[in-house]
Each structure stands twice: as structure tokens, then as C-alpha cells.
T-cell receptor, first 115, second 113 residues
Framework: EPEVTQTPSHQVTQMGQEVILRCVPISNHLYFYWYRQILGQKVEFLVSFYNNEISEKSEIFDDQFSVERPDGSNFTLKIRSTKLEDSAMYFC?????????????FGPGTRLTVL | AQSVTQLDSHVSVSEGTPVLLRCNYSSSYSPSLFWYVQHPNKGLQLLLKYTSAATLVKGINGFEAEFKKSETSFHLTKPSAHMSDAAEYFCVVSVQYGNKLVFGAGTILRVKS
């Protein structure tokens, strides 16, 4: 069964460093998303991406964040200068229209720790 | 704006007894509703989804949920809990096609032997 994959599973970085989180969505899906979950808190929407551009972004998704689909298969989230508060689990998702409902399929997540 | 309220942060049941996880939603439009489960150190797995076709939705692992528009509720149930059901459960709403998901705060289900 097709699935969303994410790499790495864990990432440790120093504050101020750039990180790139990678995702491979399900191949025929049209929409791509990033969410994050700070430890003990809700899963929060960051950004959605459709037709090679951002379709919606949250207040969290400021100028430090960017997304890209560089090669038609990968979908990346870049954080330019990480802060301590960026420590979280980051989930990638992709979606397709199934039985009249847009269903999002999630990857296993990347745990980002900023020291 | 869309929102989801999960009425219990923790639920504890004995193995073999029924499970009820409560969820209320708020939406200006006809919503799509989902329940996701997250086992410790794992990703988010879809349990079930509501389409307008049927108000009683059956999902994986014996779970089901009933959409009640008059009560704006989408409670998750299972007749008999199993130890492997211990996890965190999220009620989720989406409004527009391809739109973001809005998650509830989650309910941690504990199953006692």
C-alpha cells in the first residue's frame, strides 16, 4: 500500500542552524502539507501546497520557513535559522479525493530537537 | 472558523468494556470529520472518516463514529476495548476541499487489564 515517507526520523541541530526536512508524498496525490506537534500540545497546521505553490499557511509559518517540491517527488520543509521553540515532531501529509472526501495520509514524522 | 473540542483529555477503561471518546465540532460549512490515532512514537493513522453518505461510520479495528448534526457531535465508540487500543485519539475537522485539517487536543485512552 502506498505511504508517505519522511527523512530523517530524528534530527538534532544547534540553534541558528538551517534544517531541511524531507518527505516523499504518495505519488498521484495533488495536495501536500506540513504539520507540527510540540510535545504535549495539539497538532498544528503549518502550510499546504498545491500546483507548485503555497495554497494556505498558518501564522506559525513565518519567513524562517519555506517549502519546495524540487524534483516532482520530494516535498521539503526548510527552517532557515532554527530556534529552541522549533523543537517538535513535524508531520508531512498528502491528500487525494476519495469517495468525495479529501483524505490526508500522514508520514511517520521527523522529531526535530533544537539545542 | 472551524474548531474541534474533545471533551476528555484522558479516558481509562478496562479491557473488554466499551469505549466512548467524545468530540464536538464547530463549522460554518458542511464539514468532513475524521478520527486519527497516534500510538506512542508513531505517526498519525486514519481510523475513520465521515462523508455525507452515512451518519454512522465504521472504521478500522472495530471503531465507529456517529455524526449528529443537531448535536454537532462526532463521538468515537468501540464495543470492547483491547489492550492494543491504548493510544492518543484525535478528532479532526476539514471544511474545504484540499484544505487544512484542524485537530482537537486529543484524548489519551488507557486500557487496564
Amino acid at each position: 500500500e502506498p505511504e508517505v515517507t519522511q527523512t530523517p526520523s530524528h534530527q538534532v541541530t544547534q540553534m541558528g542552524q538551517e534544517v531541511i526536512l524531507r518527505c516523499v508524498p504518495i505519488s498521484n496525490h495533488l495536495y501536500f502539507y506540513w504539520y507540527r506537534q510540540i510535545l504535549g500540545q495539539k497538532v498544528e497546521f503549518l502550510v499546504s501546497f498545491y500546483n507548485n505553490e503555497i495554497s494556505e499557511k498558518s501564522e506559525i509559518f513565518d519567513d524562517q520557513f519555506s517549502v519546495e517540491r524540487p524534483d516532482g517527488s520530494n516535498f521539503t520543509l526548510k527552517i532557515r535559522s532554527t530556534k529552541l521553540e522549533d523543537s517538535a515532531m513535524y508531520f508531512c501529509a498528502s491528500s487525494d479525493l476519495l469517495a468525495g472526501v479529501w483524505e490526508q495520509f500522514f508520514g511517520p514524522g521527523t522529531r526535530l530537537t533544537v539545542l | 472558523a472551524q474548531s474541534v473540542t474533545q471533551l476528555d483529555s484522558h479516558v481509562s477503561v478496562s479491557e473488554g468494556t466499551p469505549v466512548l471518546l467524545r468530540c464536538n465540532y464547530s463549522s460554518s460549512y458542511s464539514p468532513s470529520l475524521f478520527w486519527y490515532v497516534q500510538h506512542p512514537n508513531k505517526g498519525l493513522q486514519l481510523l475513520l472518516k465521515y462523508t455525507s453518505a452515512a451518519t454512522l461510520v465504521k472504521g478500522i479495528n472495530g471503531f465507529e463514529a456517529e455524526f449528529k448534526k443537531s448535536e454537532t457531535s462526532f463521538h468515537l465508540t468501540k464495543p470492547s476495548a483491547h489492550m492494543s487500543d491504548a493510544a492518543e485519539y484525535f478528532c479532526v475537522v476539514s471544511v474545504q476541499y484540499g484544505n487544512k485539517l484542524v485537530f482537537g487536543a486529543g484524548t489519551i485512552l488507557r486500557v487496564k487489564s
